[in-house]
């Protein structure tokens, strides 16, 4: 399984971006998508996750009302919409994917990760 981010980028506080993340190896529909951020000199850290239908979604306190995750099953791909962004939102963006029970709040959960999306907010 393959998992290709992509739309990180500088914006400016109070701005928005999309990150992308296409998967492929695997039908998507049977796998729970997950993002994650790790900002320098700290640990990785959930943000958003989504169900294998795109019925259920959850979110991190510190992102809840400004990032919204989604998915279209039709072409692999899981999407972050974020907003409002702050300074304390960057970080390298990683997707993951998880194929068993349901989603999960913790990174050793999911089985497969992409190779990450930088995002700077500056002040």
């Known amino acids: 399984v393959q998992l290709q981010a992509s739309g990180g980028g500088l914006v400016q506080a109070g701005g928005s971006l999309r990150l992308s993340c296409v998967v492929s190896g695997r039908t998507f529909s049977s796998l729970n998508m997950a993002w994650f951020r790790q900002a320098p000199g700290k640990e990785r850290e959930f943000v958003a996750a989504i169900s294998r239908s795109g019925g259920e979604t959850t979110y991190a306190e510190s992102v809840k009302g400004r990032f919204t995750i989604s998915r279209d099953n039709a072409k692999n791909t899981v999407y972050l919409q974020m907003t409002s962004l702050k300074p304390e939102d960057t970080a390298v963006y990683y997707c993951?994917?998880?194929?068993?029970?349901?989603?999960?709040?913790?990174?050793?959960?999911?089985?497969?990760w992409g190779q990450g999306t930088l995002v700077t907010v500056s002040s």
């Open positions: 993951a994917a998880e194929g068993g029970l349901g989603y999960s709040y913790y990174s050793h959960d999911y089985d497969y």
